[in-house]
């Protein structure tokens, strides 16, 4: 299972950022897709998930800030993270989701927001 992040980076409060998440073919055809994100000291939580019928659902906190998406032409899943907060730094994590739980991990990409 493939699952290659990037995209992270240092940003201004407020700034945005773009994640993407590089998939083995087959996951991305059948399986349910998903960003994490964990700060230090504190246990992996759920950012966003994504369907292969790109039904969406969002963590509470980056709800109309954060957009999940698939792009089909480069079996990637993308995180496009506006309006940054620095409650937003966290490493990120990409994931494959089986019955909506995490199977597999990408290897995580840092995030960090400056006040």
Do not use: H
Not at 16 to 36: K, T
Not at 38 to 50: F, K, S, W, Y
Not at 56 to 85: C, E, H, P
């Amino acid at each position: 299972v493939q699952l290659q992040a990037c995209g992270g980076g240092l940003v201004q409060a407020g700034g945005c950022l773009r994640l993407s998440c590089v998939v083995s073919r087959i996951v991305f055809r059948f399986d349910v897709l998903g960003w994490y994100r964990q700060a230090p000291g504190n246990q992996r939580d759920l950012v966003a998930t994504i369907t292969t019928d790109d039904t969406t659902n969002y963590a509470d906190s980056v709800k109309g800030r954060f957009t999940i998406s698939r792009d089909n032409a480069k079996n990637t899943v993308d995180l496009q993270m506006n309006l940054l907060k620095p409650e937003d730094t966290a490493v990120y994590y990409c994931a494959r989701l089986i019955r909506g739980s995490p199977t597999s991990w990408g290897q995580g990409t840092q995030v960090t927001v400056s006040s």
